[in-house]
């Protein structure tokens, strides 16, 4: 599997690292290991410009997902899950207001971010799809929390 990280954001130090770790982790939790993805960091400018570029939403938000598991060329680089893009002031903000810590928001993001890349999702949908991503969101969230702590 192969996992690029890229940070194109100064403000906050990014530990690729763990960061590459815990992907690992969660790629093989949603039986995926063999998939590569590819995640950026960049600061609330950037990712209003891509949210507004691709999206059509002028704000700021705290993560974006590009499956390429979904549509109709989904089998051109069938190993290839996506791209998802943080913001790592709104993580840093949202962190803060959530009670975790930076790195604890960037997990959530990721789990969050590589949901979507596997079909899950909350927006325009049922509440009971809703329910099922947030529950996984929490499942893994508290699995690769946990396995920190013993660690």
Not at 8 to 20: L, P, S, T
Not at 29 to 46: K, P, Q
Not at 61 to 74: A, C, D, K, R, Y
Not at 133 to 145: N, R
């Amino acid at each position: 599997m192969k996992i690029q990280i890229e940070n194109q954001q100064k403000r906050i130090k990014i530990d690729k690292r763990r960061i590459r770790s815990q992907v690992n982790a969660l790629l093989k939790l949603l039986n995926c290991a063999n998939m590569e993805i590819s995640i950026t960091f960049v600061d609330d400018a950037a990712i209003r410009q891509i949210n507004k570029q691709y999206l059509a939403r002028d704000k700021t938000t705290n993560v974006i997902s590009f499956p390429l598991q979904e549509g109709e060329f989904t089998d051109i680089n069938p190993e290839i899950l996506g791209d998802i893009v943080i913001s790592v002031d709104t993580a840093s903000r949202d962190a803060a207001m959530g009670n975790l810590s930076f790195d604890e928001e960037v997990l959530f993001l990721i789990i969050h971010g590589l949901l979507h890349l596997r079909g899950y999702n909350h927006e325009n949908t049922s509440k009971a799809n809703t329910r099922k991503m947030k529950k996984k969101e929490k499942e893994l969230f508290s699995l690769l929390t946990q396995s920190a702590r013993i660690q």
